[in-house]
C-alpha cells in the first residue's frame, strides 16, 4: 500500500475511534451548562421593571425562609452533641438568615417609602426630569442589589466548593444542601442581570429595547 493510502487508513480509524468515543461520553453523562438570562422583556418601562426587580428579591426572601423550615427538622436544634454533617447544615441555614437581613433592607430599612421614593424617580429618569437626588436614590438601590446578588453568588461557590471536600452522607442533607446551592446561583442571576440592564438604562437615559441583544441574554457562551 503506498504512503498516502496508509495516511488515508490512519485516518479513517481515527475518525471512528473518535466517533465511538463521542457516542460513548453521551451515553454515560450529561453536562448542565448554565446560562444567565435576563428573562424579562426590555420593553417594559423602568418603573415597571424596578417592580420586577423587587418582586425577585421579595421571592429570595421566601424561598430562603421554605430551606430553612425545610431544613429544622433534619438540622435539629444545632446544639451540641450534634454531628458534623448537621453542623454543615446548621451553618447553612445561619448564613441563609444573613442573607436575609440584606434583603429584607432593600432598598432600605424603612422600606415603603424607599420603594415609593424608587419609583417616582425611575419615572421622572423615563421623563428625563430627574434631579441628582434621584439618581442618587437609585444608584444605592442598584448598589444594594448588587451587593445581594454578589453575596448570593458567593454562597453557591461556598458551597459547591465544600461539597467537593466533603459529601454529607446522609442523602437528605445532601439533597438540601445541593437544592441550596441551585437555588441562591439562579436567585443571584435573576437579581444580578435585572439590576444590570436597569443600571444600563438609567445611566445613560436609554430605552430598554435599545439596548444590545447581548443584554438580554447576560453572560451566554
Known sequence: MTFLGNLRAALA???????LALSGCQAAGSMLVEVDVYKGPLT?????????????VDEADALLTIFQTNAAPIAGSCAPPAGAEE??????????????????AFPDTNRDIALNELNEAADRVERRTATAQ?????????????R????????????????IGQIPSRA????????YINLVSELSNQIASRTDTLAKQ?????????LALSDHLKDAG
Open 87 to 104: 453542623k454543615q447544615l446548621c451553618d447553612a441555614v445561619g448564613r441563609a438568615r444573613a442573607i436575609q437581613k440584606l434583603l429584607s
Open 134 to 146: 434621584d439618581r442618587r436614590i437609585i444608584a444605592n438601590a442598584t448598589m444594594q442589589a448588587t
Open 13 to 19: 480509524t481515527l475518525a471512528a475511534s473518535c466517533l
Open 148 to 163: 445581594i446578588a454578589t453575596q448570593l453568588k458567593v454562597e453557591a461557590f461556598y458551597w459547591a466548593e465544600s461539597q
Open 44 to 56: 417594559k418601562g423602568k418603573s415597571v421593571q424596578f417592580g420586577e426587580l423587587v418582586g425577585v
Open 172 to 179: 437528605s442533607i445532601r439533597s438540601l444542601l445541593v437544592g
Open 202 to 210: 438609567l445611566d445613560r437615559g436609554l430605552q430598554g429595547s435599545s
